[in-house]
């Protein structure tokens, strides 16, 4: 059997539906996986023994080059000549739901005896109009996956990829997970900067908002009283000033130079610890099995899984997973105290 997935973003989301993967190929080794992602995101799929075939598109860039959408289509189109048994959906959006479309199988019509799409969607999965954000999307679709929205976001990614194969993939087996993000030839530079002396702490100081983002002089106030070797990753100029400002304050802080995703997967797979915000980078952690706190301000804890080495931090605010509010600051408002004392603890495991 031969699936597509179609999960084209983000960082983190990709990283929670990978989970999935190993147990799929567990329980039918011969099933043939391909993955259709934006191109900047490939990178974190890579080296994955699970996937056969990453194909990539480029929709982001279609927002400031409205020209280059014939080019993406034929790209797209190109890749329903690989005669897909199943197309999964996994992102439930209208660009993704379209995406698979484009890539679902093709079949002879035996009324008319001519070749074309099949009807329905019936060759196409995703979640079901209550389920999604974009309710549009689910008209695309044959087989219909019913979660709610507000559900753990690792659990509903595992739905979504294994339901409609027949596959039932537990919270046990998930909690029980091997590693399953890969690197290879990754940037030397990063050795130069892990201690021997103390531990290597990696910090996550960005995110997509601001109100996202815990405060960076509470991230030196952390480096301080743990006095380990903490490393900063940027991922935008705006960033890279802010880690800057950081290294100022605190010895122990060092501004990693910048990474593409093989090299932070090389770098967070080394680290004794990863501290940062709700964003993809952080969940990379997760992903690598490492110890990690993730902190979070506007949106949910429910978008990760809380094990014996993956922490959480939240604020004191109520989060409408429906309706996130980009103005709730209330990150701002977590005593540092209460991330230095989880650290200390992850740092004695």
């Given at each position: ?255 990693m130079p910048k990474l593409d995703l093989n090299s932070l997967k090389a770098l ?82």
């Amino acid at each position: 059997m031969k699936i597509a997935i179609v999960k084209l973003s983000a960082l983190g989301d990709i990283v929670h539906a990978m989970v999935a993967l190993q147990f799929i190929k567990a329980h039918s080794p011969e099933i043939r996986i391909d993955w259709i992602v934006e191109e900047r995101f490939a990178e974190v799929l890579k080296h994955n023994p699970d996937i056969d075939n990453i194909l990539t598109v480029n929709l982001k860039a279609l927002k400031t080059n409205k020209a280059g959408i014939f080019a993406q289509l034929k790209k797209i189109r190109s890749y329903a000549s690989n005669n897909y048994d199943l197309v999964i959906d996994a992102q439930g959006l209208i660009k993704s739901a379209i995406t698979a479309k484009l890539i679902s199988p093709w079949k002879v019509l035996p009324s008319v005896g001519a070749t074309g799409r099949s009807p329905c969607g019936a060759h196409i999965a995703g979640f079901d109009a209550d389920s999604i954000r974009e309710k549009a999307a689910s008209w695309f679709y044959g087989i219909k996956v019913a979660c709610a929205y507000d559900a753990n976001t690792i659990d509903r990614n595992a739905l979504i990829l294994s339901s409609p194969l027949g596959i039932d993939i537990t919270k046990e087996q998930i909690l029980n997970k091997k590693p399953f993000l890969f690197f290879n030839n990754e940037d030397p530079q990063i050795y130069d900067f892990l201690s021997k002396d103390r531990l290597n702490i990696v910090l996550v100081i960005g995110s997509t908002w601001d109100s996202r983002n815990y405060p960076a002089a509470k991230f030196v106030k952390i480096a301080e009283a743990l006095q380990q070797n903490c490393l900063v990753v940027w991922g935008s100029e705006q960033e890279k000033a802010t880690a800057e400002w950081m290294a100022t304050q605190s010895d122990l802080i060092k501004v990693m130079p910048k990474l593409d995703l093989n090299s932070l997967k090389a770098l967070i797979a080394k680290a004794d610890l990863l501290i940062g915000n709700d964003t993809g980078p952080t969940h990379v952690a997760w992903g690598l099995n490492r110890p990690s706190i993730t902190i979070f301000g506007p949106t949910p804890v429910s978008r990760v899984y809380q094990t014996d080495i993956n922490k959480v931090v939240k604020s004191a605010s109520i989060v409408n997973p429906y309706k996130l509010d980009k103005q709730d600051y209330s990150i701002k408002d977590i005593d540092e105290q209460e991330i230095i004392k989880q650290a200390k603890f992850l740092l004695t495991l």
